[in-house]
Antibody, heavy 119, light 108 residues
Framework: QVQLVQSGAEVKKPGASVKVSCKAS????????ISWVRQAPGQGLEWMGW????????NYAQKLQGRVTMTTDTSTSTAYMELRSLRSDDTAVYYC????????????WGQGTLVTVSS | EIVMTQSPATLSVSPGERATLSCRAS??????LAWYQQKPGQAPRLLIY???TRATGIPARFSGSGSGTEFTLTISSLQSEDFAVYYC??????????FGGGTKVEIK
């Protein structure tokens, strides 16, 4: 069965960086893209960006351009999301999600990773 | 950026009743619209894609309709497990993508 398993919770200071991993199993990793979606406490969902696991192409949300980098390691079927220059409003649960047939909607999601930014 | 607006923010419904949720796009997204259900402490779950196609394993009481800028998610007879927050998402000219602000369906 398809599974996306994310790394554990992180606590970071303002200005630091965080890197969250998302290990995929149960399907051919390079046949689908991975998006990252975040959710601040008590708030809605925010799409952060997408990476093709086939060729590494990326597309990032405009507001995060320059601070976010998404990568994949096809040898371990793992996707990564790195966010730099963290601010308090980056505190959120970060989800990875599989892009169904490269269409743009998400059929499987990771369990989420809480990133807390606090001094 | 395409802005997605959901209404109402909160919907109070009794079990067994019908719930109708709305989602409006700031410009046409054709039928490139998905709906998700999210329960507290859980990841979102895909319900509907292509505006009206149910995802695998989704009960028939969930239905989606609309195209262009106006979309509706209908839950025909609310079950206890359906009380949750629902989000619409547009993926026209993917990527990028945007989500609506959500509608919370609560027990009346």
């Amino acid at each position: 069965q398809v599974q996306l398993v994310q790394s554990g919770a992180e606590v970071k200071k303002p200005g630091a960086s965080v890197k969250v991993s998302c290990k995929a199993s149960g399907y051919t990793f390079t046949s689908y893209g991975i998006s990252w979606v975040r959710q601040a406490p008590g708030q809605g969902l925010e799409w952060m960006g997408w990476i093709s696991a086939y060729n590494g192409n990326t597309n990032y949300a405009q507001k995060l351009q320059g601070r976010v980098t998404m990568t994949t390691d096809t040898s371990t079927s793992t996707a990564y999301m790195e966010l730099r220059s963290l601010r308090s409003d980056d505190t959120a649960v970060y989800y990875c999600a599989r892009d169904f047939d490269s269409s743009g909607f998400f059929d499987y999601w990771g369990q989420g990773t809480l990133v807390t930014v606090s001094s | 950026e395409i802005v997605m607006t959901q209404s109402p923010a909160t919907l109070s419904v009794s079990p067994g009743e019908r719930a109708t949720l709305s989602c409006r796009a700031s410009q046409s997204v054709s039928s490139n619209l998905a709906w998700y259900q999210q329960k507290p402490g859980q990841a979102p779950r895909l319900l509907i894609y292509g505006a009206s196609t149910r995802a695998t394993g989704i009960p028939a009481r969930f239905s989606g309709s609309g195209s262009g800028t106006e979309f509706t998610l209908t839950i025909s007879s609310l079950q206890s497990e359906d009380f949750a927050v629902y989000y619409c998402q547009q993926y026209n000219n993917w990527p990028p993508s945007t989500f609506g602000g959500g509608t919370k369906v609560e027990i009346k």
